[in-house]
């Protein structure tokens, strides 16, 4: 199937946005990964010979909550040493311009409000590597909303020690950490803190999803724009789809890889790097960063 008419032209897209009000945005690994974030679930996907999506589980914190805690502790230090890019802060400026914006992030990286977005219009869809949790939940409920000690506890020390060679050669043996050193909940004092982030085979926040559902259902939506995902992967497909009103609704891809498939008349797919392609597509809002 052919791609629509002038899907891939910034002056009808700009001539789009201008006559748009509600503005969702799904954002994936992709706007992350152009301040130097690696995306682990990429090429490869190891980390130190370990699969990275088997160790984001509550299995794997089960069984080893030391190693878990080793790997979340080392993305939590990368993080802190990158900056957001110029496609967050795009995407900051234009929520403070339009109080109609809302943005969906599947990052757990911070980098959004770390460029002050609005946090009224963002909803961290898995989390955050820096909150903190109660392993008991719901038992517990204790949480810390932001905590970005570098290290967290003494025993992780070696995920914030750039010159420790043993946290990415993996022909090196990690000392095993054991549960007495890692840090637990000050409030029950039995259950381990975790990171507050979503692992695989748990559930999204319901209350979370059911403002996301409630705010698209509010009006029609102009316009959705994914971000270093792509539109036919879910969550992001998901709730592309869901805004959609057709005849009405433009879904604007912005991805390194190009994919026409699932497009319609009136929506746009540009290729390139979100941190070049955002700041230049919102540009009519927004002006010069």
């Not at 001539?15 to 990964?33: E, F």
């Not at 974030?37 to 996907?45: I, Q, V």
Request: proline share 9%; aromatic share 8%.
């Amino acid at each position: 199937m052919a791609p629509p008419k002038d899907y891939d032209s910034i002056p009808a897209f700009h001539d789009k946005l201008l006559r748009s009000k509600r503005i969702l945005a799904v954002c994936g690994a992709g706007l992350s990964a152009a301040s130097g974030l690696p995306t682990f679930r990429g090429a490869g996907g190891l980390w130190r010979n370990h699969d990275a999506i088997q160790l984001a589980t509550p299995e794997a914190f089960g069984d080893d909550p030391g190693l878990v805690w080793l790997f979340y502790a080392y993305r939590r230090h990368m993080a802190l040493q990158v900056q957001p890019n110029a496609g967050h802060h795009a995407l900051a400026a234009f929520a403070k311009r339009n109080p109609d914006f809302l943005c969906l992030s599947q990052n757990v990286d911070n980098l959004h409000l770390r460029a002050h977005h609005p946090a009224p219009q963002l909803r961290l869809l898995h989390g955050s590597l820096f909150s903190l949790k109660c392993s008991r939940q719901p038992q517990c409920t204790w949480t810390d909303p932001y905590n970005d000690a570098d290290p967290l506890c003494p025993s992780l020390a070696a995920a914030a020690d750039d010159n420790d060679p043993t946290l990415l050669d993996a022909s090196k043996p990690l000392a095993p950490i054991p549960t007495s050193a890692l840090p637990h909940c000050p409030e029950c004092q039995t259950g381990l803190q975790r990171p507050g982030v979503v692992w695989f085979g748990e559930p999204l926040d319901e209350a979370m999803l059911d403002d996301i559902e409630a705010w698209i259902a509010a009006d029609v939506v102009d316009m959705v724009i994914v971000v270093g995902t792509s539109s036919v992967v879910y969550p992001a497909a998901g709730f592309a789809e869901d805004a959609r009103t057709e005849g009405k609704t433009s879904v604007v891809t912005v991805n390194m890889e190009r994919s026409v498939a699932g497009m319609r008349e009136g929506d746009f797919m540009f290729t390139g790097d979100a941190a070049s392609l955002l700041p230049e597509l919102l540009k009519p809002i927004i002006g010069d960063l």
